[in-house]
């Protein structure tokens, strides 16, 4: 199979395996590279084309991510047309997401969320995924704990607050939180 970066989240098939290799070791570095460079392009695919609604294309899109990375590490993942397959599983993802809780996608996405799902992203260079591991290392170890759990541990709200004895509402506005402060810490550190 031909090297294809662009289908495959800018990696080559030698950096593919290294990715797979860096998560059998526990290295979760490219991981969340790959991770951050394409949250925002599902995220705002699932607005557009699903008509999800802001929270549920962000929950979907941390749901796929932890589904992508199990199956990356289980081996079930080739090098190919990666980010097809990937949008796929979100899109999927969310259908299963409606059909449980008995919901119809939203008919119209919100002003905000329409700019949201039509921005461009160009990804990220090396400056800036330097600044997003400064980033992290300033979060509290609460905001880490609580990030690792939901995203790479792959535990959904619920069953952390059930942990913790708290509303899963609470859980969900520090999980927003914790994500504000990182995303503000990132800001600081790089500016265009």
Known sequence: MTDN??????????????????LL???????????????DDCRSYLMRQCTAQADDAY??????????????????????????YFTKMAKDNYLKFLDKNKRE???ELTEKEADRAA?????????QLTALDSSWSKLGEECKKLLKSHIYDGLQLKVIAQT?????????????????????????????
């Open 5 to 22: 970066p662009i289908q495959n989240f800018g990696l080559k098939a030698a950096e593919f395996a290294q990715l797979r290799a860096n």
């Open 25 to 39: 070791r526990g290295d979760e570095a490219l991981f969340e590279r790959v991770f951050v460079k394409h949250f």
């Open 59 to 84: 929950d979907i899109t941390l749901e796929t991510i932890i589904a992508f990375r199990k199956r990356l590490v289980e081996g079930k993942v080739d090098y190919g047309n990666l980010r097809f």
């Open 105 to 107: 996608p939203t008919a």
């Open 119 to 127: 921005a461009d992203d160009s990804g990220f260079d090396e400056d």
């Open 164 to 192: 913790l004895n708290e509303a899963e509402t609470n859980i969900r506005k520090r999980k927003e939180r914790c994500m504000d402060k990182l995303k503000s810490h990132f800001f600081e550190l790089y500016i265009p």
